[in-house]
């Protein structure tokens, strides 16, 4: 079977995730026998009779029958062959955590697509506005790390003149990336099969949760994006609203039941299988009760891996802008919960989600060989902090994170 047209154009984009050496990589055919193991794997159909070979470090990966390239990370690789073993939700590996996401998002990406989920215009205007408000540029390659269904690349076609790529774990959503006329390709969010300094923007909208190590996802962004380019995140939960009440945790321990009961129609919202609901709770890792992103740790993440933190902003999901204000117009959700918590639901600092909007500066980066932060960009971090929470104060102990470290709820 003749390659594509759109696979040719995508190829010079990519790199091997494993070496990530640009410009290695060929289209090649796939014996037999590789075929056949990785159609088991991807639990597909049709066998993918291509393969993309990186001529570096001479590693393999599939690419789909229907043209989808497959750069998937040795982890996430060997999630996929492993994928019918049961995932633990009591102490959660890396690798299943990803499986997770792979079944969550295989079972209900056509009700993401279909149900527009962070498609609507408060999202679109909040998520461009962050970007118009962090660079003046009007071109660059698109990447969106978790695309789903290919919401966020919609939002940007108008305003970034350049190729659009979605990148995920689900084929499913990927196939209907796909069918927007969009690049999609397989790959880890945490290992991007993106060669260096070759983007003009990185989005995650609602992702750096899902992952076992966001931090890396932070790295990697970093690495591919060309000086100027713009990281934007959004939709991962506050670690300070996380922070609930007994009469509010009391409340979140009947959800299953309640879930089942409403799921009717509506699997996307409320997960009325068993099953799904188990799969759920692991690929919403750090999204639970107790957990969430601390925005102090969160910041410094963003400047110890190089970026120029232009923007934290906590918000709720009816902010269509990123002008701050102390206060927020809270979802009915939020108000029960952060009332039952004993906290100000209408206070900016207690809301429930975050935005950030990073670029990657022209300067070196600012951690030593040894891990530790400059001082200058301890600085920087304070004087940022200062700026986008009053009234809150930053430890010393946030800023102090070691390379590679968890970016995790303290």
Not at 303 to 322: K, Q, W, Y
């Amino acid at each position: 079977m003749p390659m594509s047209t759109s696979l040719h154009d995508l190829l010079p984009h990519l790199s091997c995730p494993e070496c990530q050496e640009p410009h290695r990589l060929s289209i090649e055919s796939a014996s037999d026998a590789r075929a056949d193991e990785w159609r088991i794997a991807l639990r597909e159909e049709s066998r993918p009779d291509h393969q993309i070979v990186c001529n570096s470090c001479r590693r393999m990966f599939p690419i789909s029958a229907d043209g989808i390239p497959i750069l998937w990370s040795r982890v996430l690789e060997q999630t996929f062959g492993e994928l019918d073993q049961d995932v633990s939700q009591v102490d959660p590996t890396e690798q299943d955590v990803k499986a997770a996401n792979i079944h969550v998002y295989d079972e209900i990406s056509d009700a993401y697509d279909t149900e527009g989920v962070h498609a609507d215009e408060v999202t679109r205007s909040r998520l461009v506005n962050a970007y118009r408000e962090a660079t003046n540029s009007r071109t660059g390659t698109h990447v969106d790390v978790g695309c789903g269904a290919g919401n966020v690349l919609e939002f940007f076609s108008a305003v970034l003149d350049g190729p659009k790529i979605g990148m995920d774990v689900s084929l499913s959503g990927l196939r209907a990336v796909r069918r927007k006329g969009y690049h999609a390709v397989l790959g880890d969010a945490e290992r991007l099969p993106f060669a260096e300094s070759s983007l003009g923007l990185v989005t995650a909208s609602s992702v750096l949760h899902h992952l076992y190590r966001p931090d890396r996802l932070i790295q990697q962004a970093h690495r591919a994006l060309s000086t100027g380019g713009v990281f934007l995140t959004d939709f991962d939960p506050n670690g300070r609203a996380a922070q609930w009440g007994w009469l509010a945790l009391q409340l979140y321990a009947l959800r299953r039941p309640v879930y089942q009961m409403l799921s009717l129609g509506r699997r996307r919202v409320f997960h009325g299988s068993e099953q799904v609901q188990t799969w759920n709770a692991v690929a919403e890792f750090h999204n639970k009760p107790g957990e969430g992103f601390d925005m102090g740790q969160l910041q410094a993440a963003l400047v110890t891996a190089g970026f120029e933190l232009h923007r934290i902003f906590p918000h709720n999901c009816r902010d269509a802008s990123v002008n701050r204000g102390p206060f927020v117009k809270p979802s009915p959700r939020h108000l029960l919960v952060q009332a039952l918590s004993g906290r100000n639901p209408f206070a900016r600092h207690n809301s429930d989600t975050l935005l950030t909007a990073s670029v990657k500066p022209a300067s070196s980066p600012v951690v030593h060989r040894d891990g530790r932060v400059s001082e200058s960009a301890k600085q920087r971090i304070r004087e940022l902090f200062a700026e986008s929470q009053p009234g809150l104060q930053e430890s010393d102990a946030s800023v102090e994170s070691p390379k590679g470290t968890t970016v995790r709820a303290a």
